[in-house]
């Protein structure tokens, strides 16, 4: 998923700019910032501008464009102008155009292309998506383990016009099992009768067709590598994900925990495009679901009535302490999330982790329960500041050890810990706050 910024650069055209002005910056600048204007002008525009460009070019902005601008365009194009930008585009770039349109363009763009280019396409288009086999591309380079270096530079360069990257290499021996890489750079610099299978890593870091998409980007980053090999069962070469497309899959997916982060069912459309009804179902799902937890709340307080009309002060302490406890609660729920989604921590480290929470949050509640003590004081006397102080040492612990918990629960269950930061741990800590809060004040204040 493509998320192109407006152009600040003082030589994008303005709207309204004469022809030749226009011509001359969709035909020089970089695709990205030609894209990235495109999107910028009426709809109606696009295909005029793009049409204005050489065949190559006008593939590299198409493929720049936001995917769901892509199927807009596509379904306007005539068949012969789709094929033909389809057949320029970077493989995994059009897989990912053919899975967003319906059965029926599919089959009619299936039909302009070449035999190779639909098998291709069916293949990388058929995998899960979130994988890396939806996140591949066929676009790799191969060399034979017998060749020399200089055979293997000529080679790359015959190959080099259809491949998305060559600075990394792979060997296959005859059944196309991965035996080797070798980067371009290594090629260079060694003497023009070294055979690859000399100077080769004969163990290439790959990963399987079902590898998440998160777990290649952070692969990729670790290894500091420019692509990763894709290996099916038998360890045969299927494809590779270039960093590029890594970074891509990865900013989608931390967009998508930001969103799940607050309680917001994920969407892919970019904020400035998402229509009014679409960013209502995706918001009103938990806000309605949340209410029914507070409702939780203010069973709470209706059931100690006779405590609260006894000792009113006590509400003016309530919006602090169960504040408190959601605030504890969500700072340990957001960096456990973080820690799990980065492989930091997984879900056997949770017994070390808990005793460290309590302790984290023993020390936490005990300094926010001196600093209510005065105001508690100050307001309602000895007896209501010893109430306030031990509730907020008491909700800090129990919202801290329910923040951290929440997010191996959800783990355990195969759901997304994501989730559980924000508004949910809030609501949970919210109800289990005022609980404590006038259970302690009727034991105490009863005394």
Same mark, same amino acid.
């Given at each position: 998923?493509?998320?192109?910024?407006?152009?600040?650069?003082?030589?994008?055209?303005?709207?309204?700019?004469?022809?030749?002005?226009?011509?001359e910056f969709i035909g020089m600048?970089?695709?990205?910032?030609?894209?990235?204007?495109?999107?910028?002008?009426?709809?109606?525009?696009?295909?005029?501008?793009?049409?204005?460009?050489?065949?190559?070019?006008?593939?590299?902005?198409?493929?720049?464009?936001?995917?769901?601008?892509q199927v807009d365009l596509a379904?306007?194009?005539?068949?012969?102008?789709?094929?033909?930008?389809?057949?320029?585009?970077?493989?995994?770039?059009?897989?990912?155009?053919?899975?967003?349109?319906?059965?029926?363009?599919?089959?009619?763009?299936?039909?302009?292309?070449?035999?190779?280019?639909?098998?291709?396409?069916?293949?990388?288009?058929?995998?899960?998506?979130?994988?890396?086999?939806?996140?591949?591309?066929?676009?790799?380079?191969?060399l034979g383990a017998g060749m020399?270096?200089?055979?293997?530079?000529?080679?790359?360069?015959?190959?080099?016009?259809?491949?998305?990257?060559?600075?990394?290499?792979?060997?296959?021996?005859?059944?196309?099992?991965?035996?080797?890489?070798?980067?371009?750079?290594?090629?260079?610099?060694?003497?023009?009768?070294?055979?690859?299978?000399?100077?080769?890593?004969?163990?290439?870091?790959?990963?399987?067709?079902?590898?998440?998409?998160?777990?290649?980007?952070?692969?990729?980053?670790?290894?500091?590598?420019?692509?990763?090999?894709?290996?099916?069962?038998?360890?045969?070469?299927?494809?590779?994900?270039?960093?590029?497309?890594?970074?891509?899959?990865?900013?989608?997916?931390?967009?998508?925990? @930001?969103?799940?982060?607050?309680?917001?069912?994920?969407?892919?459309?970019?904020?400035?495009?998402?229509?009014?009804?679409?960013?209502?179902?995706?918001?009103?799902?938990?806000?309605?679901?949340?209410?029914?937890?507070?409702?939780?709340?203010?069973?709470?307080? &209706?059931? @100690?009535?006779?405590?609260?009309?006894?000792?009113?002060?006590?509400?003016? @302490?309530?919006?602090?302490?169960?504040?408190?406890?959601?605030? &504890?609660?969500?700072?340990?729920?957001?960096?456990?999330?973080?820690?799990?989604?980065?492989?930091?921590?997984?879900?056997?480290?949770?017994?070390?982790?808990?005793?460290?929470?309590?302790?984290?949050?023993?020390?936490?509640?005990?300094?926010?329960?001196?600093?209510?003590?005065?105001?508690? &004081?100050?307001?309602?006397?000895?007896?209501?500041?010893?109430?306030?102080?031990?509730?907020?040492?008491?909700?800090?612990?129990?919202?801290?050890?329910?923040?951290?918990?929440?997010?191996?629960?959800?783990?355990?269950?195969?759901?997304?810990?994501?989730?559980?930061?924000?508004?949910?741990?809030?609501?949970?800590?919210?109800?289990?706050?005022?609980?404590?809060?006038?259970?302690?004040?009727?034991?105490?204040?009863?005394?």
């Open positions: 998923m493509r998320i192109l910024k407006p152009i600040s650069d003082e030589t994008a055209p303005p709207q309204g700019a004469a022809p030749g002005i226009v011509a600048a970089h695709p990205i910032d030609v894209a990235a204007w495109l999107m910028q002008v009426p709809a109606s525009q696009v295909w005029q501008h793009l049409e204005a460009l050489e065949p190559e070019r006008r593939a590299k902005v198409f493929a720049n464009l936001p995917l769901d601008t379904r306007g194009f005539l068949p012969h102008d789709l094929t033909e930008i389809v057949t320029r585009m970077d493989a995994d770039d059009r897989a990912d155009l053919f899975n967003g349109l319906s059965l029926e363009e599919q089959q009619q763009l299936l039909n302009g292309l070449t035999r190779k280019d639909r098998d291709d396409i069916r293949r990388l288009a058929g995998h899960v998506e979130g994988t890396a086999g939806a996140l591949m591309t066929s676009g790799y380079a191969t020399t270096t200089q055979e293997a530079i000529a080679a790359l360069r015959h190959a080099a016009p259809d491949k998305e990257t060559i600075y990394r290499s792979y060997i296959l021996d005859d059944a196309g099992r991965l035996i080797g890489a070798i980067r371009l750079h290594e090629l260079i610099l060694a003497a023009d009768d070294a055979l690859i299978s000399e100077i080769m890593d004969p163990a290439p870091i790959s990963v399987s067709l079902d590898t998440d998409h998160e777990e290649v980007a952070r692969i990729i980053a670790r290894y500091d590598i420019l692509a990763l090999a894709v290996i099916d069962e038998a360890g045969r070469l299927v494809g590779i994900v270039t960093h590029d497309d890594a970074t891509d899959a990865l900013q989608a997916a931390t967009t998508e925990d @930001f969103q799940k982060i607050s309680t917001v069912l994920p969407f892919a459309q970019s904020m400035r495009d998402a229509g009014i009804g679409m960013l209502y179902s995706r918001r009103i799902v938990w806000l309605a679901l949340l209410v029914f937890g507070n409702l939780f709340s203010g069973a709470g307080i &209706a059931y @100690f009535e006779e405590t609260i009309l006894a000792y009113v002060s006590l509400v003016f @302490f309530l919006p602090l302490l169960i504040d408190s406890s959601g605030n &504890a609660g969500a700072q340990s729920a957001t960096l456990m999330v973080r820690a799990l989604a980065t492989g930091d921590v997984v879900l056997r480290d949770w017994g070390k982790l808990i005793a460290r929470e309590v302790s984290v949050a023993t020390a936490l509640g005990a300094t926010m329960a001196l600093v209510v003590l005065p105001l508690g &004081a100050w307001r309602g006397g000895p007896e209501i500041a010893l109430v306030v102080g031990l509730t907020m040492f008491l909700v800090v612990i129990v919202g801290s050890l329910v923040g951290m918990s929440l997010p191996f629960l959800l783990s355990r269950l195969r759901l997304d810990p994501a989730t559980a930061s924000g508004p949910l741990v809030t609501t949970i800590s919210d109800a289990v706050g005022v609980l404590v809060y006038f259970t302690v004040a009727t034991f105490i204040l009863s005394l």
